[in-house]
């Protein structure tokens, strides 16, 4: 069942909360600027009206005047079209982030996954996780390291997110800012865009494991509402993290690797270079996904299963848990093709300033997804102690690029450069 209330209760607070923030309820004894205006164009109106004996001088200033006013007037009209876009804007990211919340605390809570194993009538497995529960598990199992990652993103990281968005929030609904202050600042909002995303080291490491075991029919591991509730959030809250609108000058800038005026080449050389590049990162891409990145034993239930992420994706899609495979295929493999070809562009002075490239960026979890596999192998071994799991080199290969693409994202871009977007 989904968390309709709270989802509904949120909703409803922060639709009022922007209602107050921009449309204030009016008083009667200080009229709004926009009636004084319009009361001083009546009574200008009247006495042009009444002046019927002036001269052609007169009325060149009047019909100059009405110009001018014309002038103001569509001025303000795209004014208010500006005003009226930044409202559906925040509109839409308040809804979008208060859904993403609502699903947060059940997709922490209820259960993840379910794992069982039975082999003559002797029980081997028989474990049911929420995302707390494989945490407390793994520090159990004396796996710290893998247990802290998924405390600290998937569990803390959510809730400093949101203590960042309502401090920026609250002291816009204000009018003031707090430069010196992280936590309430565009610079606070800026990191948070960047970090959403690993949230859902937590969704594809329970994905990964479930795909793996689902290969051997005498071990079943079975996704559950928990997984979905947070999928959910991961998704919602990276959008709703776009969706704020920051001062121009603490966007991310992408940061060209050419030296300038390498556009002015002959268009042929450039168009081949890029062609040729792209077919590259490509091709790198599609061997990360195609060779088997890890194995996985456990005598026991007859199990030995080396697959790729294309292996993972393909018996997710088998036993039935197509979300959770079109999810992998779509932020594992590819959005991340698309940035990765969008950066090729815009390295090449081809297609500067893209759209939709910040999202692009944030939405390409290739790197989350490195780290989740090397998250999975201390976790299967949690699950028994004749559980054994081994990163292969196309294992190694993915955690190695995904130390690059997380090096480019953070050390390429700059908060404090001028956007180009």
């Given at each position: 069942?989904?968390?309709?209330?709270?989802?509904?209760?949120?909703?409803?607070?922060?639709?009022?909360?922007?209602?107050?923030?921009?449309?204030?309820?009016?008083?009667?004894?200080?009229?709004?600027?926009?009636?004084?205006?319009?009361?001083?164009?009546i009574?200008?109106?009247?006495?042009?009206?009444?002046?019927?004996?002036?001269?052609?001088?007169?009325?060149?200033?009047?019909?100059?005047?009405?110009?001018?006013?014309?002038a103001?007037?569509?001025?303000?009209?795209?004014?208010?079209?500006?005003?009226?876009?930044k409202?559906?804007?925040?509109?839409?990211?308040t809804?979008v982030?208060?859904?993403?919340?609502?699903?947060?605390?059940p997709g922490?809570?209820?259960?993840?996954?379910?794992?069982?194993?039975?082999?003559?009538?002797?029980?081997y497995?028989?474990?049911?996780?929420s995302?707390?529960?494989?945490v407390?598990?793994?520090?159990?199992?004396g796996?710290?390291?893998?247990a802290?990652?998924?405390?600290?993103?998937?569990?803390?990281?959510?809730?400093?997110?949101?203590?960042?968005?309502?401090?920026?929030?609250?002291?816009?609904?204000?009018?003031?800012?707090?430069?010196?202050?992280?936590?309430?600042?565009?610079?606070?909002?800026?990191?948070?865009?960047?970090?959403s995303?690993?949230?859902?080291?937590?969704?594809f490491?329970t994905?990964?494991?479930?795909?793996?075991?689902?290969?051997?029919?005498?071990?079943?591991?079975?996704l559950?509402?928990g997984?979905?509730y947070?999928?959910?959030?991961?998704?919602?809250?990276?959008?709703?993290?776009?969706?704020?609108?920051?001062?121009?000058?603490?966007?991310?800038?992408?940061?060209?690797?050419?030296?300038?005026?390498?556009?002015?080449?002959?268009?042929?050389?450039?168009l081949?270079?890029?062609?040729?590049?792209?077919a590259?990162?490509?091709?790198?891409?599609?061997t990360?996904?195609?060779?088997p990145?890890?194995r996985?034993?456990?005598?026991?239930?007859?199990?030995?299963?080396?697959?790729?992420?294309?292996g993972?994706?393909?018996?997710?899609?088998?036993?039935?848990?197509?979300?959770a495979?079109?999810?992998?295929?779509?932020?594992?493999?590819?959005?991340?093709?698309?940035?990765?070809?969008?950066?090729?562009?815009e390295?090449?002075?081809l297609a500067s300033?893209?759209?939709?490239?910040r999202w692009?960026?944030?939405?390409?979890?290739l790197?989350?997804?490195?780290?989740?596999v090397?998250?999975t192998?201390?976790?299967?071994?949690?699950l028994?102690?004749?559980?054994h799991?081994t990163?292969?080199?196309?294992g190694?290969?993915?955690?190695?690029?995904s130390?690059?693409?997380?090096?480019?994202?953070?050390?390429?871009?700059?908060?404090?450069?001028?956007a180009?977007?």
């Amino acid at each position: 069942m989904m968390p309709n209330s709270p989802f509904w209760l949120g909703l409803l607070n922060g639709l009022w909360m922007i209602r107050l923030a921009y449309y204030p309820l009016e008083s009667s004894e200080n009229p709004t600027p926009k009636a004084t205006k319009n009361s001083a164009k009546i009574q200008i109106g009247r006495e042009v009206s009444t002046d019927q004996d002036a001269d052609m001088s007169n009325k060149d200033t009047e019909y100059a005047g009405m110009t001018i006013s014309d002038a103001e007037s569509g001025l303000e009209s795209l004014r208010d079209a500006s005003e009226m876009e930044k409202r559906l804007k925040s509109i839409a990211c308040t809804i979008v982030l208060t859904a993403a919340y609502a699903f947060l605390v059940p997709g922490l809570v209820t259960t993840l996954f379910t794992a069982h194993a039975e082999v003559g009538g002797i029980t081997y497995v028989d474990i049911e996780k929420s995302t707390t529960g494989l945490v407390w598990m793994l520090f159990d199992a004396g796996n710290w390291i893998p247990a802290l990652l998924i405390l600290v993103y998937s569990v803390l990281m959510p809730f400093a997110k949101l203590t960042v968005l309502v401090g920026y929030a609250y002291l816009a609904l204000l009018g003031r800012s707090r430069p010196d202050s992280f936590f309430a600042s565009a610079s606070g909002v800026a990191t948070v865009q960047k970090i959403s995303k690993w949230a859902t080291i937590d969704c594809f490491t329970t994905a990964t494991i479930c795909g793996f075991f689902c290969e051997q029919d005498l071990l079943k591991i079975v996704l559950h509402d928990g997984f979905y509730y947070f999928m959910s959030y991961c998704v919602l809250s990276v959008t709703g993290a776009l969706l704020i609108e920051l001062p121009r000058e603490t966007r991310p800038a992408h940061r060209k690797l050419l030296a300038p005026g390498a556009a002015q080449q002959p268009e042929k050389l450039v168009l081949l270079g890029a062609a040729l590049s792209s077919a590259g990162v490509l091709a790198v891409l599609a061997t990360l996904i195609s060779m088997p990145i890890m194995r996985v034993e456990f005598g026991r239930v007859y199990l030995d299963a080396s697959l790729s992420i294309v292996g993972v994706v393909g018996q997710l899609w088998t036993k039935g848990f197509s979300a959770a495979a079109v999810c992998l295929v779509a932020l594992v493999v590819v959005v991340p093709a698309m940035d990765l070809v969008s950066t090729v562009l815009e390295t090449f002075e081809l297609a500067s300033s893209l759209p939709a490239r910040r999202w692009l960026r944030d939405f390409a979890m290739l790197d989350v997804f490195g780290l989740a596999v090397a998250i999975t192998v201390a976790t299967v071994s949690a699950l028994h102690n004749d559980i054994h799991a081994t990163l292969l080199p196309a294992g190694w290969a993915l955690c190695l690029t995904s130390a690059i693409l997380v090096y480019f994202a953070w050390a390429g871009a700059s908060p404090t450069e001028e956007a180009s977007r």
